[in-house]
């Protein structure tokens, strides 16, 4: 384990799973269907399971095919929040949540990467793996346990539509898929 990882365990202790249940559905039930919170708590669950299918293949191609698809997910994914919502987040005097959420991210990327020149059928990919995703779950909860809670009681109706558009935009367009909330332009 590196040095960067054994900082990480001990700053990020890790929630139960009874509080990752309870701050997810405390989420569900303010999201409403098809707005940003309803979307990232979908891309939130696809990321665990992308995670599960990493460490459940047996080979080094299927390993590293699993690897890139949770990569790509996890940078879509996490350039839609930067884009869209941590700097809401800021805009509702939540600064010091968006710049947590910006460090996070930025570290779980720097870590896939480092993962990425790892033989794939190790322990040592194994661990890191290990802990990018502790590391990546400690976010999640973060995320849906109070910061984005915060932000959608914290912002008008208007603003929330507008979130919904953009942070769909920003996932989509690194996903390489078409959009699924129609742009105020399309639609005026």
Do not use: C
């Not at 299918?53 to 698809?69: G, H, P």
């Not at 809401?88 to 005097?93: C, G, I, K, P």
Request: zero cysteines; proline letters at 4%; glycine letters at 4%.
């Amino acid at each position: 384990m590196s040095i960067f990882d054994k900082v990480v365990a001990a700053v990020t202790p890790p929630e139960s799973d009874t509080a990752r249940a309870e701050a997810r559905a405390k989420a569900r039930a303010v999201a409403t269907p098809g707005d940003w919170l309803s979307a990232v708590l979908d891309h939130h669950v696809q990321i665990e399971s992308a995670f599960a299918t990493v460490k459940n293949t047996t080979d080094s191609a299927s390993r590293i095919k699993a690897l890139k698809a949770l990569a790509t997910l996890l940078t879509g994914h996490s350039i839609a929040e930067e884009v869209a919502l941590y700097p809401a987040l800021a805009q509702a005097d939540e600064k010091g949540h968006a710049t947590m959420a910006y460090t996070e991210q930025s570290g779980a990327k720097l870590q896939m990467g480092l993962l990425e020149d790892l033989p794939p059928i190790s322990q040592e990919f194994l661990d890191k793996l290990k802990h990018i995703e502790g590391a990546v779950a400690h976010h999640v909860y973060e995320e849906e346990s109070n910061w984005f809670l915060d932000l959608k009681s914290k912002l008008p109706k208007d603003a929330q539509a507008k979130l919904t558009q953009r942070y769909d935009e920003q996932f989509s367009r690194y996903m390489g898929i078409e959009a699924t909330v129609p742009s105020r332009r399309a639609a005026g």
